[in-house]
């Protein structure tokens, strides 16, 4: 399989619609291999969705998305199986194992695929707890975690198998800025450390525009801008001015489309 | 106005044939995954307990009070035709062919059921069942085959533990209580009694129930809309569906046996 | 809660599920053990079995010896052939024993009453019951009844003509 070593993944054309709602109008993406790279846009243009599209869980109506130089639509269960233990996806709730306990969670990748024996697997996950920096909290139950640090279980959970891609599905959403500055920490040392590539889905541009290598943008199912941060800030596209600076007003209207207010006025 | 009534009439048909067919495939696929055997007694034993084992108490309490109103009303209505000595019989018969299977069943289907929904639709909802697919660990054979193989099998043993509790509630009643005659209710009882057509039919009945009430609880759980409204919907439309099912396969089932298969 | 402990539960449940059937078989239905093993066959051919029914008791005096087993009919003659499983302690039937069909009350099913004879010899295993009662069948006893009223009236009559 020859696969082009500079990026792990690639996106061509691709249009993808959810009951007749069209979510991707023709999208074009690289991924560049050991870089940070983040997606943007306003909420509900489909960041997820993307990431759904990579991972293998959703097929695309057209377009080609390859992973590795393999196309992720026409993989076997197998080898969907296969490229998978080599990514890693954190989600947005966590999705941390409600039956489990911090050390099961972070352990579970382990027991599920591979055969090592108990005390290697304690060790391995007490590691990766250190260095997301909660090894002290191993056997709590996850009722009793923050947010931020079910994240950051979750975080080391997803890296237990040293995955080549780490999808991240809006990290920061509703954090505060401490847990915010440690997540953004943890990303960006995780990826330098473990040479990872790593797939940022958010729509928090300043810690974006901080731990990013390279960004793009998505509104209404097109790209409407790419590059590396400094230039995207310069960019004079007023969706992308609008987006990038938060203007309550553009090319995403404030008003929601209404009849002239005098009119409504009169009419009561 | 008449034709866009129709049009909806026919989604509503088209959809209800598409969730059906659904239901099928996603039946086929928890029966047929292959498990991973080092895991599967201890995963299978877990849900045993929390499918089985959590229901007996209510299964048991509700089986005294049924025996008991059985006996009770049973006797008042043969007292008028001096046939008091067949309250055995006619215990043990509307227990073992229809009050046993069927009203374990509801029960099930009201406890262990929407349980089984709402924890699944938990998972659904904060992305667990997504996580796991992500990670290649398959949550059709790790989270749901367990729990059905639970509930199929949980079932009749309930229900068989329901038919004991139930004729002995209703011994109380008629024999220490009522004063029928303790040998002539029991031999009453096991002379009208077969084991195939009475007591093994009613077995195969629970079994059924507890494939189809368990078939729904997983379905819906696992195809809940992913929020806290999706899974309270989810819990009452398996509740609701699997009663009803319940209700007409016993039909089916007791029209079938009947006439000798 | 443990693994063990509730694996151990667990364990219990399902015992006391197969505990109920198994009281279920032989508190409640009378399961009783007659086992393929301690029976043997033997055979009788009957005019008209009237309502008889495989599993239907076979009997001496009201005492239950065994059960039908089959219910067949003989294509050359024409008669029902009914096949019964007795229990082996009741081996000495004698040779000359016949068999009837009754019924049970008045309203009840039908069973198979056996007369036992004065042979010396017992009925072996294949042997044929050769003395058979059919079962008494209520359109026939209505027919005779009004035949002998019928035919008492022309007794009369004629008693009058002489």
């Not at chain 1, 050991?34 to 599209?53: E, F, N």
């Not at chain 2, 009770?72 to 209505?77: A, K, S, V």
């Not at chain 2, 077969?194 to 494939?211: A, P, Y």
Request: overall charge neutral.
């Amino acid at each position: 399989m020859s696969h082009n070593v500079e990026s792990i993944v690639t996106v061509q054309g691709l249009e993808y619609s959810r009951r007749d709602n069209p979510i991707f109008r023709g999208i074009e993406l690289t991924i560049p291999r050991g870089k940070v790279t983040a997606i943007m846009g306003p909420s509900g243009t489909g960041k997820t969705t993307l990431l759904r599209l990579i991972g293998g869980q959703i097929v695309a109506d057209r377009g080609v998305i390859e992973v590795n130089g393999q196309d992720v639509a026409k993989l076997s269960r197998r080898g969907l199986n296969k490229m998978r233990r080599k990514m890693g996806m954190l989600f947005q709730e966590g999705a941390l194992f409600s039956d489990f306990n911090v050390f099961d969670n972070v352990a579970f990748l382990l027991r599920e695929h591979t055969n090592l024996p108990e005390d290697m697997i304690r060790d391995l996950v007490l590691l990766k707890l250190e260095a997301v920096g909660l090894r002290g909290a191993a056997f709590l139950k996850t009722s009793e975690l923050s947010g931020g640090m079910s994240r950051r279980v979750a975080l080391a959970r997803a890296i237990m198998l040293d995955p080549e891609l780490m999808l991240y599905d809006e990290p920061f959403t509703g954090q505060d800025p401490i847990n915010k500055g440690v997540l953004m920490k943890l990303i960006r040392e995780l990826n330098t450390s473990f040479g990872l590539t790593s797939v940022i889905v958010s729509h928090d541009v300043q810690e974006m525009l901080a731990i990013s290598d390279y960004l793009y943008v998505l509104a209404n199912g097109k790209i409407i801008g790419h590059g590396v941060p400094q230039e995207v800030i310069k960019d004079s596209n007023p969706e992308l001015k609008q987006f990038v600076e938060g203007l309550p007003d553009g090319p995403v209207p404030f008003r929601y489309p209404a009849e002239p207010l005098a009119q409504q006025l009169e009419a009561i | 106005m008449i034709v866009s009534r129709v049009t909806a009439l026919g989604r509503v048909g088209w959809e209800f044939c598409q969730r059906i067919g659904q239901s099928g495939f996603f039946l086929s696929s928890v029966i047929i995954r292959r498990p991973k055997f080092s895991q599967v007694f201890e995963l299978f034993s877990e849900q045993l307990y929390r499918v089985g084992v959590l229901s007996l108490v209510i299964v048991m309490m509700s089986a005294m009070f049924i025996g008991m109103v059985v006996a009770l009303q049973g006797y008042n209505t043969l007292q008028k035709f001096g046939a008091e000595q067949e309250l055995g019989q006619l215990l043990a018969l509307s227990v073992v062919r229809e009050l046993g299977p069927v009203i374990t069943a509801l029960l099930f289907a009201g406890r262990a059921g929407s349980a089984l929904t709402a924890e699944i639709g938990l998972m659904r909802a904060t992305q667990q069942l997504d996580c796991m697919d992500m990670m290649a660990v398959d949550p059709l054979w790790r989270v749901i085959a367990p729990r059905f193989w639970a509930g199929v099998i949980s079932m009749p043993i309930l229900a068989a533990l329901f038919n004991i509790t139930a004729i002995f509630g209703g011994q109380l009643v008629g024999v220490h209580w009522l004063g029928v005659d303790s040998g002539t209710f029991w031999s009453n009882m096991q002379a009208a009694v077969e084991f195939r057509g009475d007591v093994l039919n009613g077995i195969i009945k629970s079994v059924v129930f507890g494939f189809v009430i368990t078939w729904v609880a997983v379905y819906q759980g696992y195809f809940s809309e992913p929020n806290s409204a999706g899974i309270s919907r989810a819990t009452t439309k398996t509740v609701v569906y699997s009663s009803l099912l319940t209700l007409a396969l016993d039909f089916v089932l007791t029209a079938m046996m009947m006439g000798g298969w | 809660m443990a693994k063990r402990t509730m694996e151990f539960i667990v364990g219990l449940f399902m015992l006391a599920g197969l505990a109920a059937l198994v009281l279920l078989a032989f508190k409640v239905s009378g399961l009783t053990k007659v086992g393929n093993g301690d029976t043997y066959i033997i055979t009788a051919e009957f005019d008209n079995i009237g309502g008889l029914k495989v599993r239907a008791p076979v009997a001496i005096g009201g005492v239950r010896i065994g059960q039908v087993e089959n219910i067949a009919l003989d294509k050359n003659n024409f008669r029902a052939v009914v096949t019964m499983r007795i229990e082996n302690k009741f081996n000495n039937l004698p040779d000359d024993s016949s068999a009837s069909i009754f019924t049970q009350g008045i309203l009840g099913s039908n069973y198979i009453s056996v007369v036992p004879g004065f042979e010396p010899e017992s009925l072996k295993a294949g042997e044929a019951i050769e003395t058979t009662h059919s079962a008494l069948i209520l359109e026939n006893l209505i027919g005779q009844l009004i035949y002998s009223m019928k035919s008492d009236g022309n007794q009369v009559t004629t008693d009058k003509k002489k």
